[in-house]
């Protein structure tokens, strides 16, 4: 099966803190990978290091195929235009309408006409079940589940293949979380796309993954299938999965 994402022996500091540790992780195309972990342990980190936002101390990252751990930034920015991002919050720019928000990629870097870019965006808005009349709004108007479908709605603007989460279900009530994960679930699908997502919402990572990766202490300590969570035996996965983690599991925060 072809790799899309390889990650191997990464580590990576921050002064005296080591936040990864010869960490590995390989996704392959059409998987939905979820990895799990508390917040502060690295999560965004090595999803940056995958991008090659990040250099890592040590070890080796290919990106579609590419070796990219010294590529140069005009490789990494090709690679990264066959990617879609949802950030933590959604993120989206106070300045732009919301159509101008789901097209930002198309008008900046693909160079689409304005007027083709307005036609894309009110697509993919429909398919995050937000109506035409949203197009012309500003973010401040928007809900907090509006947003994130926005924020999804830009995400797949490109039609990438493959879909970076950063915590899409935080700030949202469980109903609303909810639907969020079922719209990333059936897009992804739709789009026939890879996708990886980084969270500490258990439910979430049981809806939309293939499989799930749990990082501590800078490495993967265990990966299966989301049903398999309820079953692991492993000490800290049985603890981070019953909320019952503590400073005293980790060394990291």
């Known amino acids: 099966m072809e790799k899309l994402v390889e990650l191997r022996n990464i580590t990576k500091s921050f002064g005296t803190k080591k936040v990864l540790d010869k960490f590995s992780l390989t996704i392959a195309k059409g998987e939905s990978v979820v990895m799990l972990g508390r917040s502060g342990v690295g999560k965004s980190v090595a999803t940056r290091i995958m991008l090659g936002l990040l250099q890592p101390d040590s070890g080796h990252v290919k990106f579609f195929g590419h070796d990219i751990t010294e590529a140069s930034q005009d490789m990494i920015f090709a690679l990264n235009k066959k990617s879609g991002m949802l950030f933590q919050n959604a993120a989206l720019f106070d300045s732009l309408s919301v159509w101008e928000n789901v097209a930002f990629a198309l008008t900046n870097n693909q160079r689409v006409p304005a007027d083709k870019a307005r036609k894309i965006a009110i697509q993919k808005l429909a398919m995050v079940g937000l109506p035409e009349s949203v197009a012309d709004l500003d973010p401040s108007e928007l809900s907090g589940g509006m947003k994130k479908r926005v924020g999804l709605a830009r995400a797949i603007a490109s039609e990438p293949e493959m879909i970076f989460f950063d915590e899409p279900t935080t700030g949202l009530d469980p109903i609303m979380s909810n639907v969020i994960n079922e719209l990333i679930k059936n897009t992804v699908k739709k789009l026939g796309a890879t996708s990886f997502t980084i969270t500490h919402d ?52």
Do not use: C, Q, Y
């Open 202 to 253: 258990i439910e979430s990572a049981k809806k939309i993954a293939t499989r799930v990766v749990v990082l501590d202490g800078g490495k993967i300590v265990w990966e299966g299938k989301p049903s398999e969570l309820a079953t692991t035996k492993h000490p800290f996965v049985r603890k981070f999965v019953d909320g019952t983690v503590d400073k005293s599991d980790s060394d990291f925060s």
